[in-house]
């Protein structure tokens, strides 16, 4: 039996053995040690996939429920159960789902049936404590439907630490700042050589915070400042025989901020006025473009495309969108300038954010380095925040997607030995 860690990501999950080795868990994927956090249901099917090869299924036919970003209902107190098939699942009951095929992959992988498990949580899932508690206490139940016998928490920042650690020669206070997909994480913690190896590390932690940007926001920013006008922002329409114009209502632009919340628009009302704009709009494509997106499901490869333009936008000082399906005909090109120009509310989030937790630290304490992890600790106007907070000689980095995996599986080793 074999205990391992898991990093259960809002878009990326991964497993690690007690030496840190990261397990391949899908030979078949762009990258085989990262599992995408997503489950696809098919309607003409029983058959039940998960990450890469739910994602290759649900681009060559979109009929069935696709499902991601279940890491982020954890602390949803009104998001308890759903339907699928037939059935009524609860949130644990999904994501056990999912953490049963990982489990599974993982083992197959590791050549011996993983059975314990150390697996990652935010600092803060919620501020508020009970939310927080009832958020882990669903993940805790989740794994366990998922057959690991033996559950036990450890928070991401600390995880990504430890990987950190390993390399140092002296004591330090170390600021660890995790960027994911949907939260940042921010923890001020002592590691070095004379606490490495402790098994409960919470005594480590001086100060903690967390803040909901994350890549998917930045993606949202992408969709807000450069293809509304694709999607008939602006536009207007008439009702009846009357003359007067109408504006489109700003709801529907909002909806299109996040691929999930698209669906919502296929509801009657919305349905009904998609239907009289495109008979009066002054901007028929659009609203064709808009009637297509919607009612043919392309959100999720649309928001694949604008991924794919902001990864760009960390090395290069443009990137280009072209998106041709159905009526809908994109050719943008994003330069860096104007995508830092519409995400600096996130970047003046996440300095909001530092300068609390800071304020929070006693007065004599120094942080000797700031490490950066996570995805979206890629992006070029994160780094030069915390550049210009602390200096650039401060700021370390190791591989942003695998840190607090192999955290978790050099946590495991320790914790299951006890
Ligand atoms: N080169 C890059 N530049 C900018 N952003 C990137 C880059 N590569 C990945 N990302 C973004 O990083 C995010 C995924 O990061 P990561 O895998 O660390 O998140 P996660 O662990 O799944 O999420 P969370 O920690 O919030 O639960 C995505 O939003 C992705 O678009
Ligand atoms: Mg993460």
Redesign the pocket.
């Known amino acids: 039996m074999l205990v391992c860690g898991l ?7 991964a497993v690690a053995l007690p030496t840190g080795a990261v397990l391949s868990l899908d030979e078949k994927a762009p990258q085989p040690r ?1 599992f995408r ?1 997503v489950l696809f249901f098919p309607e003409d099917s029983r058959e039940t996939l998960a990450g890469h090869e739910a994602i290759e299924r649900y681009q060559e036919d979109n009929a069935g429920r696709f499902i991601q970003s279940m ?1 982020t209902w954890l602390p949803a107190t009104t998001f308890t159960r759903t339907q699928l098939r037939g059935r009524t699942l609860s949130l644990e009951e999904l994501i056990a789902v999912f953490l049963r095929r990982v489990r599974t992959l993982a083992s197959a992988s590791a050549g011996e049936e993983v059975s314990s498990v150390v697996l990652g949580r ?1 600092a803060r899932f919620s501020t508020e404590a009970k939310t927080d508690a009832f958020a882990e206490a669903r993940l805790k139940q989740a794994a366990t439907l998922a057959g690991f016998t033996d559950v036990r928490f450890v928070i ?1 920042p600390i995880a990504a630490a430890l990987a950190y650690e390993s390399t140092l020669t002296r004591d330090e206070v170390v600021l660890v700042a ?6 940042s ?1 921010l923890t001020v913690m002592h590691l070095g050589p004379s606490r490495r190896g402790r098994a409960d590390r919470k005594s480590d932690v001086v100060a903690s915070s967390g803040v909901y940007v ?3 926001r ?2 949202s920013a992408i969709m807000k400042s450069a293809l509304l006008k694709y999607f008939g922002q602006g536009s207007t329409y008439t009702v009846g025989h009357s003359t007067q114009r109408l504006p489109m209502p700003s709801y529907i632009s909002s909806r299109l901020l996040s691929w999930n919340e698209m669906s919502l628009i296929r509801e009657k009302t919305t349905r009904e006025l998609i239907d009289l704009m495109l008979e009066s709009s002054d901007r028929l494509p659009a609203i064709e473009a808009l009637n297509d997106l919607v009612m043919e499901n392309l959100g999720f490869r649309l928001y694949r495309a604008i ?1 794919r333009a ?2 760009e ?3 290069k000082k443009e990137a280009r969108i072209d998106f041709e399906e159905a009526r809908i005909t994109i050719h943008e090109t994003i330069t860096l300038e104007a995508f830092e120009a519409a995400t600096t509310h996130l970047i003046d989030e996440l300095e909001v954010c530092t300068d609390e937790l800071l304020a929070r630290l006693p007065k004599d304490l120094t942080i000797d380095s700031v490490f950066l ?4 600790s ?2 070029p106007s994160v780094q030069r925040l915390f550049a210009r907070k602390f200096g650039n000689e401060k700021l370390r980095t190791a591989d ?2 695998t840190s ?1 995996v192999e955290g978790l599986g050099r946590a495991a080793a320790s914790t299951f030995s006890d």
Request: hydrophobic residues 30%; proline residues 3%.
């Open positions: 990093d259960f990501g809002t878009s990326n999950t990262l956090s890491k935010p991401e995790d960027f994911g997909a949907g939260t994480d994350g890549g998917d930045f993606d991924e902001k990864v936008l960390s090395t992890t996570g995805g979206s890629q992006v942003a997607f607090v």
